[in-house]
């Protein structure tokens, strides 16, 4: 006899044939790791924060949780055997049900409040989950596609962008691998700074600092690059990281 898909028989069936595709090195244990929001945040820097209010979120965009990272998967599969009074009883319920709670950082979202039922919704297909949101801006972005292992290489970016503030618009574009290519980074726009009469500057004169590194330095290697026709990475500090930094263009 099958398994109906929402159920919780199936949802811990499916997290637990996508653990054993990790334990069979099939897939990388980074890949479904829940993320917990105190590690991201010590990674991409808190900087402020606002109530979003009431909104429908994108069920894929859960990815992270405040405190329960034993009980879920990234993609919000029940880990733990313990959790199925809790998710059937939930699963069966008529009532209407609260929105849940959740913290938002870039374009990954936290869940607070309402584990049960955004794991639930996930197991149902549903594309949205109803949320009360709350948002914490971060230094560096948290991309949609960031997963536990690429937190080192963001904690490296926030300290790039402490030396060099580029603005939110620029940041959202930002992507190294290697977080040590971050510190070289940093290293070669203040010596490019402190060429032009820059260095020791306060803060705001810091940030125009930053914006003419970019316009004037970063992106002419970038725009070169693409009228000769040459096949360039994905993002624009990527292909200045490989043609300018190191070459001549």
């Given at each position: 006899m099958s398994t109906a898909p929402d159920t919780f028989s199936a949802a811990w069936r499916r997290g637990y044939l996508a653990q054993l595709g990790v334990a069979a090195g099939v897939r990388p244990p980074d890949e479904l790791a829940i993320m917990p929001l105190s590690d991201a945040l010590s990674a991409l820097g808190q900087d402020g924060e606002t109530d979003l209010g009431r909104q429908d979120v994108p069920a894929v965009a859960?990815?992270?949780?405040?405190?329960?990272?034993?009980?879920?998967?990234?993609?919000?599969?029940?880990?733990?055997?313990?959790?199925?009074?809790?998710?059937?009883?939930?699963a069966r319920t008529d009532a209407e049900?609260?929105?849940?709670?959740?913290?938002?950082?870039?374009?990954?979202?936290?869940?607070?409040?309402?584990?049960?039922?955004?794991?639930?919704?996930?197991?149902?297909?549903?594309?949205?989950?109803?949320?009360?949101?709350?948002?914490?801006c971060?230094?560096?972005?948290?991309?949609?596609?960031?997963t536990v292992a690429h937190l080192r290489s963001k904690a490296a970016e926030r300290k790039f962008l402490e030396r060099v503030p580029l603005e939110e618009q620029v940041r959202v574009g930002l992507?190294?691998?290697?977080?040590?290519?971050?510190?070289?980074?940093?290293?070669?726009?203040?010596?490019?700074?402190?060429?032009?009469?820059?260095?020791?500057?306060?803060?705001?004169?810091?940030?125009?600092?930053?914006?003419?590194?970019?316009?004037?330095?970063?992106?002419?290697?970038?725009?070169?690059?693409?009228?000769?026709?040459?096949c360039t990475p994905p993002w624009d500090i990527q292909t200045y990281l490989s043609y300018g930094l190191d070459h001549v263009v």
């Amino acid at each position: 006899m099958s398994t109906a898909p929402d159920t919780f028989s199936a949802a811990w069936r499916r997290g637990y044939l996508a653990q054993l595709g990790v334990a069979a090195g099939v897939r990388p244990p980074d890949e479904l790791a829940i993320m917990p929001l105190s590690d991201a945040l010590s990674a991409l820097g808190q900087d402020g924060e606002t109530d979003l209010g009431r909104q429908d979120v994108p069920a894929v965009a859960i990815v992270g949780t405040i405190a329960r990272t034993g009980d879920f998967d990234r993609g919000f599969r029940p880990l733990n055997r313990a959790l199925r009074h809790r998710w059937e009883t939930l699963a069966r319920t008529d009532a209407e049900l609260p929105p849940v709670r959740l913290v938002r950082l870039g374009d990954l979202y936290f869940v607070e409040d309402g584990h049960h039922r955004v794991s639930i919704a996930r197991a149902r297909g549903a594309v949205t989950v109803t949320a009360q949101v709350r948002k914490i801006c971060t230094i560096a972005f948290g991309m949609g596609c960031l997963t536990v292992a690429h937190l080192r290489s963001k904690a490296a970016e926030r300290k790039f962008l402490e030396r060099v503030p580029l603005e939110e618009q620029v940041r959202v574009g930002l992507w190294l691998d290697d977080p040590k290519d971050w510190f070289r980074m940093a290293d070669s726009a203040e010596a490019w700074g402190f060429r032009r009469g820059l260095s020791g500057r306060d803060e705001d004169a810091r940030a125009e600092f930053a914006a003419a590194w970019w316009d004037e330095e970063v992106m002419p290697v970038v725009n070169e690059l693409r009228d000769k026709g040459v096949c360039t990475p994905p993002w624009d500090i990527q292909t200045y990281l490989s043609y300018g930094l190191d070459h001549v263009v």
